[in-house]
Structure formats: C-alpha cells, structure tokens
C-alpha cells in the first residue's frame, strides 16, 4: 500500500486538474451560449439593444491601439522569413520564390497567429482585468441589483469589439508582413517587384486568405470569451485580479493553438491546403 501511494496521489492531483480544465471549458462554453442568446434577442427583439456606442468604443480600445504592435511584430517576421529563406532558395536558383511561401505561409497562418497573440496579450489581459476589477468593487452586484445582466451589458460588448478587432487586424497582418517581405525583396535581396508580386498572385489563392480570417474570428472570439469569462471569476481581491489576467494570457494562447491545429487539420483533411 505504501508504494502504490505516490501513484495514487498522483492520479488524484492528475484527475483534479482535468476536472478544473474541464470545468473551465463548460463555463467558456456556456458564456458562448449565454452572450449568443443576447445577441440573438437584439435581433429579434426591438427592445433589446447592445448599446453600439460601447461595441465601438471597445472595439477602438482594443483593435485601434493594436494597430501598431501589430505591424511591429508583422513587418519584422516578414523581414526574418525573407531574410531566412534567400540562403536555402539560393542554392537551388530559386530565390525569386521567396514570394510563394511567404505568401501561403502568412495569409494561412502566420497572420491571424501573430495578430491573435498581440491581441490576447495586448487587450485580452486588459479585459480580465477591467471586469475583475468591477467583480472585486462589486460593481457586478450593483448591476445585478438594478436588474441589469453583466452579460448583456459588459460581456457581448467586448466579445464582439475582439471577433471584429481580430478579424480586420488579421487583414492588416497579412498586408503588412507581405509588405516588408516585398521591400526588403526588392531592396536587399535584388527580386524584382514584378518577379515578386506575379509569384505571389500565381501561388496564393482566395481561400487562403479566407482561411486565414476565418481563424482570425475564431481567435478573437477565443480571446474574448476566456478574458470576460476569467474576470467573472475573479476572487480574493487585488491578488486574484493578477491570477486572472496571467491566466488569461495563457489559455488565451494555448487555446489559439490548439484551435489553429484543429483548423489546419480539417482544411488539410478537405484539401484546402
């Protein structure tokens, strides 16, 4: 019994984890339900609004100020692959193909991943932290109190301000990491711009960029409902709203991940790529 007890305690702590992860996925999911039913009722309901001056104000806060972050981070890995891939094309000829996969390699993924990154780590914690702070100044109940629904009111607003920042900042990812692979192209490595750009249209199609933001929605929906749903669940004061944003970085990206493997996998296994 002595030496089957590391092993028990290990399956206990195991099995507790995959309990609280599963736990946690159930309360992203039904915080799906709950701000789509919302959504749904504005639709339908003439009654129900979102308030649209809080979707576009958040959608500034977290797109708009995204903006150059994004470009930093996407211009420089277009410079990188460019850089990186002249060596290797160089000894079989073919450096002007350098547009053909940097072309597949950002509109498929490169940009909605880089996007999503900045924007988990850039807005994702903030709106963790924004709701956390309003749990733990229980301006929640307050809410709640004057029978207003925190979902309607603070979640969709920001889930969809995420779903479309995501969505137009995937776009502009792609166009800028292009871009500086383009110019770095024509100015360094001595690709001409006609070269550059006939290899490019000839090699990427339109479901490659339509794959692209598709993922893209899918990621800021993500990150939106795991930073709304981490900050609803905020406990123990100042200490939990830093546990909540942390957290909230990191599923944020594994979740994005994981969710671009499952992508890839279904558009390989319907050969889309």
Same mark, same amino acid.
């Given at each position: 019994m002595i030496l089957l007890q590391p092993i028990i305690n290990l399956f206990a702590i195991v099995g507790c984890k995959v309990v609280t992860t599963l736990d946690h996925i159930g309360s992203v999911l039904g915080l799906l339900v709950n701000a789509s039913s919302w959504m749904?009722?504005? #639709?339908?309901?003439?009654?129900?609004?979102?308030?649209?001056? &809080? /979707? $576009?104000s958040q959608t500034i806060r977290v797109g708009v100020r995204?903006? +150059?972050?994004? &470009?930093?981070?996407?211009?420089? $890995? !277009?410079?990188?692959?460019?850089l990186q891939l002249a060596p290797p094309l160089d000894d079989f000829g073919q450096r =002007?193909?350098? &547009?053909?996969? /940097? @072309?597949v390699a950002v509109l498929r993924e490169l940009g909605p991943l880089l996007a999503a990154i900045v924007l988990a780590g850039f807005a994702g914690?903030?709106?963790?932290?924004? /709701?956390g702070t309003? %749990?733990? !100044?229980?301006e929640i109940e307050a809410l709640e109190a004057h029978a207003l629904n925190p979902i309607r009111f603070l979640v969709v607003p920001r889930v969809i301000a995420t779903v479309v920042s995501m969505t137009c900042l995937a776009v502009f990812s792609d166009i800028v990491a292009i871009g500086a692979a383009l110019a770095i @192209? +024509?100015?360094?490595? =001595? $690709?001409?711009?006609t070269t550059f750009m006939g290899n490019l249209l000839e090699q990427v199609k339109?479901? =490659? #960029?339509?794959?692209? /933001?598709?993922?893209g929605s899918i990621f800021g929906l993500l990150i939106g409902l795991i930073a709304c749903m981490n900050g609803l669940k905020v406990t123990g004061g100042a200490a939990g709203v830093g546990?909540?944003?942390?957290?909230?970085? $990191?599923?944020?990206? %594994?979740?994005?991940?994981? &969710?671009d493997l499952m992508f890839t996998s279904i558009f390989y296994a319907l050969k889309l790529v």
């Open positions: 749904i009722r504005a #639709f339908t309901h003439k009654k129900v609004r979102l308030g649209r001056a &809080a /979707i $576009v995204s903006l +150059v972050i994004v &470009a930093l981070i996407s211009g420089s $890995v !277009g410079l990188i692959l460019a =002007d193909r350098i &547009a053909n996969i /940097i @072309g914690a903030a709106i963790a932290a924004e /709701i309003m %749990v733990v !100044g229980e @192209g +024509v100015l360094a490595l =001595d $690709v001409p711009y339109l479901v =490659d #960029f339509i794959t692209g /933001i598709a993922k546990k909540a944003t942390t957290n909230t970085v $990191v599923e944020s990206i %594994v979740s994005i991940v994981i &969710a």
